[in-house]
Antibody, heavy 121, light 107 residues
Framework: EVQLVETGGGLVQPGNSLKLSCATS????????MNWIRQTPGKRLEWLAQ??????????SYLESVKGRFTISRDDSKSSVYLQMNNLKEEDTAIYYC????????????WGQGASVTVSS | DIQMTQSPASLSASLEEIVTITCQAS??????LAWYQQKPGKSPQLLIY???SLADGVPSRFSGSRSGTQYSLKISRLQVEDIGIYYC?????????FGSGTKLEIK
């Protein structure tokens, strides 16, 4: 069974940092393209970042509005993907989902349960 | 960036009724379109990919179609378990973008 489990969410003050982790199992993580997607309180879904696999040199792409503040990374030895979020703003308040992309690269065929991040003073 | 315009924002329909949700892409994305279903309190799940192909385990009452840059999701006979929010997503190029969602309720 494919599983993705996000951890690391919580309440953080504006300007602070937070690192989300996503532990996976049930599939060959090393060849998977992994993503982070967030859902705002208004239920809007926003793709944030994708990291490809080793055969694609771990190529990374970001949503322009988070580039420079957010960093996606992976550890194939731990079947895990991470999202480092710096200089957090109130508008970053959302549920953050770790997702796996299908072999074509851009369809999310597996989602985690989500991690809640609240940015507030 | 490719914009996805989804309608309606909300929809109330009776059981066994036919329901249609549409998404308009701001430019040609071919068949690179996916639909997701989010049941209350759950994470989104893949419903349809490639505009018309059903994901594993999805009931056959769901179908997807395309006409140019307009995409449709049809539920042929609405069931109670179909309530939730539906999203389209263009899978053509980064940044990946989603429609604003359609909240489906039972009348």
């Amino acid at each position: 069974e494919v599983q993705l489990v996000e951890t690391g969410g919580g309440l953080v003050q504006p300007g602070n940092s937070l690192k989300l982790s996503c532990a996976t199992s049930g599939f060959t993580f090393s060849t998977a393209w992994m993503n982070w997607i967030r859902q705002t309180p208004g239920k809007r879904l926003e793709w944030l970042a994708q990291i490809e696999d080793k055969s694609n040199n771990y190529f990374i792409s970001y949503l322009e509005s988070v580039k420079g503040r957010f960093t996606i990374s992976r550890d194939d030895s731990k079947s895990s993907v991470y999202l480092q979020m710096n200089n957090l703003k109130e508008e970053d308040t959302a549920i953050y989902y770790c997702t796996r992309a299908d072999p074509m690269g851009y369809v999310m065929d597996a989602w985690g349960q989500g991690a809640s991040v609240t940015v507030s003073s | 960036d490719i914009q996805m315009t989804q309608s309606p924002a909300s929809l109330s329909a009776s059981l066994e009724e036919i329901v249609t949700i549409t998404c308009q892409a701001s430019q040609d994305i071919g068949n690179w379109l996916a639909w997701y279903q989010q049941k209350p309190g759950k994470s989104p799940q893949l419903l349809i990919y490639g505009a018309t192909s059903l994901a594993d385990g999805v009931p056959s009452r769901f179908s997807g179609s395309r006409s140019g840059t307009q995409y449709s999701l049809k539920i042929s006979r609405l069931q109670v378990e179909d309530i939730g929010i539906y999203y389209c997503q263009q899978a053509s190029s980064a940044p990946l973008t989603f429609g604003s969602g359609t909240k489906l309720e039972i009348k």
